[in-house]
């Protein structure tokens, strides 16, 4: 419809149209977690989402949809105004009146569904008048006829148009609240500044317990660490991550030696400070790329990303050493404890091992630690 109003001629403008937020999809499918705190920073701070986007990922939707569509091999027609549909001044002058269109289109889109509609009217109305001398008639048209459209398609599909509706009957609507107002035009200013930074507050309170119940959800509360949970997820990754660059990936199985004894002789407050204290240890002498969890009771599991089996040996040496040298204090008593280490990697193998694969052969290899006579290190048999 823009691009009609626009005198845009592109055949492939509605194509672009419906791709060109496919990047937002494949960011939020990859990276779940890291895209809601995108949202998040977006609804408190009121950033755009691809500025959003370049903080959290170095990168935004466009360039990722840019990136797929062209390894699709789709013409530079639909790739290229989808790349720098929020930036259309960079396009190619073929491309730059498509892009553009994209970009409005967008826009208009936000004043049904986003926040701030208000401001985006502004924005819209004189954007269009700039590029394409449309009147302010024509261009309230537009909007309201792209809200009528949208509610037509939605309820085709049996979608609950919400509260999509024109805008100007949006508009008509505030104006008669505001007539019926009897507020000064000072006392309104400042009520609605009020507003807005209770809103701000209300926001910044709601993105931090987001993040706290993220956080909690994949850490374990004894010892601080990542959690089983969090463990399975991260090493799928890692191991999908290290197929697609041919990386090899380790992993470590830990456990204390003897922990039984620790409890019965000293009590079970004395064996919940000698986790957290074998914790630190690990997290301090690991890398800062390396991740360390809580497997479950007193066993560990390490991932070592991009680490062959060579690397992974000294780095378990170095945890078994760090773990045998200290001197845990707690409730009055020292305690010293070891640890037995299995280890696995992906390049102990011609074959391409799955998540479960890589943890059996770890077990298997700390089963043999152990069977060896405990506070070593055994390779897993592959």
Known sequence: MLGKAAGCRDQDLFVSGLLQDIGVLILFLSHPEGYTTVLDEKRVSGTSTFLAEKEQFACDHMEVGHYLLSSWNLPDSIAQPIHYHHSADEADGEYQRSARVLDYADKISAMYHGLRSNEKSLVVHKGLARHWKLSGEVISELIDSVGEKTREILKVFSIDPGKIRPSSQIMQEANEELGELNFSYEQMVLELKQAKQNAEQLALELQKANNSLRELAYRD??????????????????????????????????????????????????????????????????????????????????????????????????????????????????????????????????????????????????????????????????
Request: aromatic fraction near 6%; charged fraction near 25%; hydrophobic fraction near 40%.
């Open 221 to 382: 509360s004894l010892t601080g660490l990542y959690n089983h949970r969090y463990f399975q997820k991260l090493l799928e990754a890692e191991l999908a991550r290290a197929g697609r660059y041919d990386n090899p990936v380790s992993l470590l199985m830990v456990d204390i030696d003897f922990f039984k004894k620790v409890n019965d002789l000293y009590g079970h407050l004395v064996g919940d400070d000698v986790l957290a204290e074998v914790s630190s240890v690990l997290v301090r002498l690991v890398r800062s790329c390396d991740v360390v969890a809580r497997y479950g009771g007193e066993e560990f599991a390490v991932v070592l990303p991009e680490t062959g089996t060579g690397g992974a040996k000294v780095l378990a040496q170095r945890l078994r050493r760090g773990v045998e040298q200290k001197k845990i204090e707690s409730n009055g008593q020292v305690v010293s404890v070891t640890i037995s280490v299995g280890l696995a990697s992906t390049d102990m193998s011609e074959h391409v091992l799955s998540r479960v694969a890589l943890i059996e052969c770890c077990d298997q290899a700390l089963y043999m630690a152990k069977h060896n006579g405990r506070n070593r290190v055994e390779l897993a048999v592959i």
